[in-house]
């Protein structure tokens, strides 16, 4: 299949790259409509469990979420919720929602970049919101469109691709599966600042493509409690058992060439 390029406005924060070239108008994922292979029967109960559950948990966190709304509506202007276009499984495009956290249009100027830890761009009542995870409520009805699955690697700017997959080996692996509202990396490691941080995230993505089972996706749910808890990353990998890198070098192919990349660019970054 084609992907195509289009620039898309958006809240921000997610990569550093700027999409533009020819190249950039259309790119062939292969195989990316497999889920993972030799787990046939794991990919269709997991939708059924995601769409289960996203079900319920939208009924119980709507009273929650319209006050969330109001709220963002009295404190800033812009509308309360955002939405963006991502990939997802085999690069197939969708509109992602959050809650908004960041000042309306803030891209207009900069375009887009990596968000920092004291973002002037994040609201007041933002930073609450994605300090407990509260922005990403409404991804709950993604996953109950099959758009997005409760568990999987963080879904990705379509403008950003093709830059990722010449920078990162090994990168469109990870649209083998649906795009989660949590995940393997993102329980495990702090959000992406730069390059080095992406890459690092995609050896766990890959171990999560190739290792995907009912056990894990179950560990990283509580994982997932945990870090809503302000638990640390140490903390929660001991305990639900969750992989560490050593044991994610293992599965995932090309670690060692991506080690090297991470430390190139931060040798890059030094000088």
Not at 232 to 258: M, N
């Amino acid at each position: 299949m084609t992907i195509p390029y289009e620039s898309f406005p958006g809240e921000g924060g997610e990569s550093e790259f700027q999409g533009g070239d020819d190249e950039a108008r259309g790119i062939e994922i292969q195989g990316a409509d497999d889920e993972a292979r030799g787990m046939e029967w794991y990919p269709a109960f997991k939708m059924v469990i995601d769409k289960t559950t996203a079900i319920v948990l939208l009924f119980l966190a709507s009273p929650l979420i319209l006050l969330l709304m109001v709220m963002i509506r009295l404190s800033s202007s812009g509308p309360a919720l955002y939405r963006q276009v991502r990939l997802g499984i085999g690069g197939r495009e969708y509109q992602m929602y959050k809650l908004r956290t960041m000042f309306d249009d803030c891209e207009r100027e900069t375009g887009p970049r990596w968000a920092t830890a004291c973002d002037t761009r994040v609201t007041r009542i933002g930073h609450v919101l994605r300090r407990y995870h509260l922005d990403e409520l409404p991804q709950l009805w993604n996953a109950l469109l099959v758009q997005m699955s409760l568990v999987g690697p963080r879904p990705e700017r379509p403008e950003f691709l093709v830059q990722l997959t010449r920078a990162i080996p090994n990168y469109r692996e990870r649209l083998r599966v649906r795009p989660g509202i949590t995940g393997l990396a993102q329980v495990q490691l702090p959000p992406d600042k730069d390059v080095a941080g992406v890459r690092k995230k995609l050896e766990y993505d890959i171990y999560y493509v190739r290792q995907l089972n009912l056990w894990l996706d179950a560990r990283i749910l509580l994982g997932t409690a945990l870090k809503v808890l302000n638990c640390s990353f140490e903390v929660i990998r001991a305990a639900v058992g969750l992989p560490g890198l050593e044991e994610v070098r293992k599965v995932s192919s090309g670690s060692e060439r991506i080690e090297e990349l991470v430390q190139a660019e931060l040798l890059g970054a030094t000088h």
